[in-house]
Each structure stands twice: as C-alpha cells, then as structure tokens.
C-alpha cells in the first residue's frame, strides 16, 4: 500500500511541472496568435516570456517572434530597429538550441516574410523554407498539431516564397492529412 501511494506522488511530482510547462507553452501560443490579430497585449506577452527561467528553444522563438511585434508596436524609429535586431538575436539562439524544430523555422520565417527587404533582416528564407521542406520528407511535421501544421502550409502557400514543385509537395500534404489549404 505504502509502495502504491509513493509511486502515485511520485508520478505527481514529477509530471506536475511537465504538465505545467506543456500548459504554459499551449498557453503562450494562444496568446501569441492573440497578438498576431490585435497586438495591444504585446508588452505584458514578450514581459511574460522574459520571466521564463532556462526557456527552451520554441520558448525563445516565440520571444523574438513576440520581440519582432514589439518594433511593429514602438513608436521610436530607435525602439523599432532595436527590438528587430533583439528578435534576430534570439532566433539566433533558439536554432541554435534546435535546428531542424519547424515550428522555430516556421516563426522566424513567418517574422521575416513580413520584415520590409530593405532593412536586410530577411535573410534566412530560404533556408527555414528548406528545413520545413526537407521535414516534409522526413515525416517529422505529422507529429505537429493538425492546426499548427494547417496553418504553416497555408503559409507557405501563400507566401509566394515557394516554387511549383514545392507548392505540390505541401499541397500533397495537406490532402494527405485532409487537410485545406484555403486561406482563412
């Protein structure tokens, strides 16, 4: 009996804080669509994630994607730049920690497709398509959420970042999956 309940508050104990962190994460990506449609929350979501003690790498994408809403958000020329050059920074970061994750190569590419070419910022296009692309073969994004995955083959599509055969390929995915790949 005394085995049983110690093995039942183990379990407890050490699946509490996964259970936390896989809520906090699922949290902080409603919150981040949030901010996508309205970002008046930007400020108290980018405070959030700079408490997070140790983030993991799609914790630091998601602050450089919130920090490159943040220059959508300032009003000083100054404050803009500086929270773009913060958001590549973190990107930096964050794929440094997980290279081939596709939802950090989905955020950094999502951020720089709408980062004016001008400003030089947009660099890695190419590259995180490729990943998410090369992932396609891999099978790695039929572990994603199906909205998640939607989303990010919508985007693609309409990014017009993409080749013919490329535009196949995720189409292939989408139909797959059954899956649409209409936008919203």
Known sequence: MKRKLFAIVFVILIGSPLFVFGSNLNEIRME????????????????????IDNPNAVILAYTAATEAIMAKVAWNPYSKFNYLFKSKETFEKAI???????????????????????????????????????????????TMNEEMLNYT????????QCSNEELSRIRKVLSDKQLTSKPD
């Open 32 to 51: 981040f669509y949030q901010i996508t449609i309205d970002s008046k929350n930007t400020p108290q979501l980018l405070e959030k994630l700079y408490a």
């Open 96 to 142: 440094q920690q997980n290279d081939k994750n596709i939802e950090i190569r989905f955020l950094r590419f999502s951020v720089e497709h709408h980062i004016p070419k001008y400003l030089g910022m947009s660099k890695n296009l190419q590259q995180d398509k490729q990943v998410i692309l090369n992932e396609l073969d891999n099978n790695s994004l039929m």
């Open 153 to 160: 083959m919508r985007f693609l599509i309409n990014s017009n």
